[in-house]
C-alpha cells in the first residue's frame, strides 16, 4: 500500500484548498484586483504547494528510503529519483 493512501483524506482536504485558492486568484484576475492582493493569492498557493509537496516527500522518503527490507542498489536507485525530482521542482 503507497503511504500516500495512509494519508488520503489529509491530502485531499489540502488539493482542495489549493483549488479554492486557484479559483480566488481567477476570480481575482477577472475582477482586475489590485496587483498586491494577486501577488499575495499567487505567495499563499505556493506555499500551499510546497506544504503538499514537502508532506508528500516526507512520507515518501521514509516509506522508500526507510524500508528495512531494500538492497543498497535499490536505495541508491531511489536516492538518485528523489534527487532528480527535487531538482526539477526547486527549478
Known sequence: MSHTHKGK?????????IKGQA?????????????LAILQQIAAIRGAVNGLMS???EGHI???????????????EEVEQIATL???YLK
Open 86 to 88: 527535487l531538482r526539477s
Open 23 to 35: 479559483a480566488a486568484l481567477e476570480a481575482a484576475l477577472e475582477q482586475e484586483t489590485e496587483c
Open 9 to 17: 483524506k489529509q491530502l485531499l482536504t489540502r488539493i482542495r484548498r
Open 55 to 57: 508532506e508528500v516527500m
Open 62 to 76: 521514509r516509506e522508500h528510503l526507510g524500508a528495512e527490507d531494500m538492497s543498497a542498489e535499490q536505495r541508491a
